[in-house]
């Protein structure tokens, strides 16, 4: 008698085992979605997303989160300050108050999405280039501290496997004009390439050759579609092939 029990009792674990793994192997995979960050200055406010996401959605498919949060005319301090530039309180905290807003509209995109591929599309520094020098001597610090800040908050919130990458836009040569501000402002531009080629997840676009209007700060509309296809070209080209 003992011994049916056993028996009916094994076969019940395997009966019992084998549907618990069906299961486990039927189950539908885990749908992740692409997340893009562009921000930055007046150059990135007045990119039209538009101009970027059609050459994303190519490679991607529909369904990508798109989050474009801009600050114009505001040096990068207003997102990462590692020296306390702007508020000269010394409360410590390098973190700006634009970061505060632009991680919210972040997390609040996601909600409760699953993400992996993270691209964050950076535009900015013309106008460290043209304040006092310290700004210039200190902007590779605060863009690497920046870059680094948004990928552990996101791996902190949602998924610590995430694949993180950055694009940043070269700021163009219209700071050079001003004999008095050459140095700083060439101090902003190979700073920016050098976080991009010292990071193998990041890469750079130049925007010398793109048409410009008014006293060459801004593109024009031409510009900013060429400079929408190449963030999106460089993102793509960040890829796990």
Known sequence: MK???????????????????????????????????????????????????????????????????????QSITNWYDKYDLLAGDGDGDPVGWFYYLLKRKIFSAIGNKNIRDVF??????????????????????????????????????????????????????FGRKFPNKVAQWDAIREAQVRVAENYPNGTWVNTDDLGTIDNGLHFDDVGYRLLGERFARAAISLIDP
Do not use: C
Not at 37 to 56: C, H, K, V
């Open 3 to 73: 011994r049916n029990i056993f028996i009916i009792l094994a076969i019940f674990l395997t009966l019992y085992g084998s549907s618990v793994s069906s299961r486990g192997n039927n189950a539908e995979p885990l749908q992740y979605y692409p997340l893009f960050i562009l921000s930055g200055q007046s150059n990135m406010q007045l990119l039209d997303i538009g101009y970027f996401l059609p050459t994303i959605e190519k490679t991607f498919g529909p369904g990508t989160i798109a989050v474009k949060d801009t600050l114009s005319g």
């Open 120 to 173: 964050f599309i950076w535009m900015q520094g013309e106008t460290d280039g043209l304040y006092p020098n310290r700004y210039s001597e200190v902007y590779e610090e605060n863009l690497i501290g920046l870059i680094k800040l948004i990928e552990s908050d996101l791996r902190h919130k949602f998924n610590s496997e995430i694949k993180f990458n950055f694009v940043i836009g070269r700021i163009n040569e």
